[in-house]
C-alpha cells in the first residue's frame, strides 16, 4: 500500500468532512419543546412511540454519508491496501446507529413511528414522544478525536419530560498518516471508529433497559 495514495484519500475526507463534523457538535434541536415541569408519567413496553430526528441527526447522517461516499469511492482505488478501504466504509456506515438504535426502541414499546416534524407528532398523539438526539466524529489528518454520542429523550403526550436514555463515547486515536506502518495496523486504529460506536450503542441500550425498567417497577407498585 503506497502511503501517498492513503493521504489522497485523506485529503478528500479532510475537504468534505472536517468542517462539517465541528458544526454538527451544536446541540440545536429540530423540534423546540416548551420548558415545563417534568412528567410524572411512567415508560412501559406497551405504549406507542413518536420519534423526531433532531438537528444534530440530520446533519450527522447528512456527514457519515458523505464519509462513507468518499471512503466507497477510495475501496474502487486499486493502490490502496483493501484492509483499509474496508476499515474506512464500515467505520462509517450511515445506517448502522439509526438502525440500532430504533431497533433497541422497537424491543421495549408497543409501535415506533419515525415523524418528520412536531406538529405530525402532535396530531398523532402517542404515549410517548422521543427526541432522537446523534452525533459522530471521525478521523481525517487534521483530526484524531473520534467520537459516538447517541441521546433519547422522552416526553409525554403533554410534552413534558420524562427522562432520558444516552450513550456516549469519545477517544484520541494515535494518527494513522505516519510513514512506515504497516497496513494491517493502520486498518486495525480505523476500525476503533467502528468498536467505539459500538460500544455507545451497548451503552445506549443498557441505559434505556433502565430507564424503562423504573417505568415498569412504578407501575407495578401502583398496581399492588
Known amino acids: 500500500m503506497r502511503i501517498s495514495t492513503l493521504l489522497t484519500l485523506v485529503v478528500v475526507l479532510i475537504a468534505g468532512t472536517g468542517a462539517s463534523a465541528t458544526a454538527f457538535a451544536v446541540d440545536d434541536m429540530s423540534c423546540h419543546f416548551l420548558p415545563m415541569a417534568d412528567s410524572s408519567a411512567d415508560l412501559r413496553h406497551a405504549q406507542s412511540v413518536g420519534l423526531l430526528y433532531s438537528e444534530n441527526t440530520l446533519n450527522t447522517l447528512e456527514y457519515l454519508e458523505h464519509y462513507h461516499s468518499v471512503a466507497l469511492n477510495g475501496a474502487k482505488n486499486a493502490g490502496l491496501d483493501p484492509r483499509i478501504s474496508a476499515a474506512f466504509v464500515d467505520s462509517s456506515d450511515p445506517q448502522r446507529a439509526i438502525n440500532w438504535l430504533t431497533a433497541s426502541l422497537q424491543k421495549h414499546f408497543g409501535t415506533v413511528t419515525l415523524y418528520d416534524s412536531l406538529d405530525a407528532v402532535v396530531q398523532a398523539r402517542p404515549d410517548v414522544v422521543v427526541m ?27 410534552l413534558q419530560y420524562i427522562g432520558k ?60
Open 132 to 158: 432522537l438526539d446523534t452525533y459522530n466524529q471521525l478521523v481525517t489528518k487534521a483530526n484524531r478525536k473520534v467520537e459516538a454520542r447517541f441521546i433519547a429523550k422522552f416526553y409525554d403526550a403533554n
Open 165 to 224: 436514555a444516552e450513550g456516549i463515547q469519545a477517544k484520541e486515536l494515535p494518527s494513522v498518516w505516519v510513514r512506515g506502518k504497516a497496513a494491517p495496523e493502520i486498518a486495525a486504529q480505523i476500525n476503533q471508529q467502528t468498536e467505539l460506536q459500538v460500544n455507545a450503542l451497548k451503552q445506549f441500550d443498557a441505559s434505556l433497559k433502565a430507564l424503562v425498567s423504573q417505568g415498569d417497577a412504578g407501575q407495578v407498585a401502583t398496581n399492588q
